[in-house]
């Protein structure tokens, strides 16, 4: 049987097994992926440990992508990019790391957006780890101008020394200009997730091919989304990026690659919506 896991602090949320195990499932192959929980101190000799265990590799998730980076013996040319690793396989006794999360971004706009790279200038809000990811994939698919708007504008300043002159730091106030002139707009920030402010950016002035992409998928439909779509523009959900990205680490441990479709969208979103109904009825009552 082939062992993979996820490894996070916390992980109780991790919605990664239950998109795995349907592939499993779905390929009927004699395999597992769990749900581990492992604290900051504790990582190191989990990664190092891991094959004893009987574990072929896994995925990697907050608070320990950029340590678990530094802890593999080999890392690709996306995890370099963004600083951090959130696949890991083993290979010659090597441990290797990759990060997926570009592949997911794009693959999921190829998907829900066709044609959404054929734009001048990219407009991102956030520059946190996610922002890192998002900033790697429009590079790759060569957006010439990504504008990177963030509360704290030396942070967006930092990013953009790291990435090069195409990425360019701007503060909120200038997003109301900016925002007519973008082809493509992603909200990397927590902002929009349940239970946080939603994102404060008026869309109004946008062009009307412009394509708007959440991170966020809980909910689903995010404020923001909820404004593009109202406003005829084109969207792209956070749901979709979770299960694109999980594509190459279930290809690495199992040995098939797996297709993301509605089968697969539907089952993660009905235990999505699951989760949410205990909390309402208890809001409601
Ligand atoms: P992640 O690794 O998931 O991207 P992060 O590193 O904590 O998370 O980054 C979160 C991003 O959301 C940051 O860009 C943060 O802005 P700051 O750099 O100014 O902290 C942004 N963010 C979070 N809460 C915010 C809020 N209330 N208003 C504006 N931006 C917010």
Redo the contacts with the bound molecule.
Sequence with gaps: MRKAFVIGWPIAHSLSPDLHHFWIDRHAIDGSYEKIPIEPKDLDSFIRGFSDKGFVGGNVT?PHKEEAFRLCDVTDDHANAIGATNTLWLENNCLFGSNTDSYGFSTNLDDQAPGWDEVDTALI????????AIIHAIQQRKIPRILLA???RS??ERLAAHFGPDVIPAD?QEVPTLVKGAGLIVN????GMTG??P?EVNLHNAAPECVVSD?VYTPLETPLLAQARKLGLRTSDGLGMLLHQAVPGFAKWFGIEPEVDQALRDHVLEILLRRDEPKSEIEAG
């Design positions: 907050i809000f956030g520059a946190g780890g996610a922002s890192r963030n509360r704290t942070r967006a909120m990397t920030t927590s902002l946080h402010e994102l991170l």
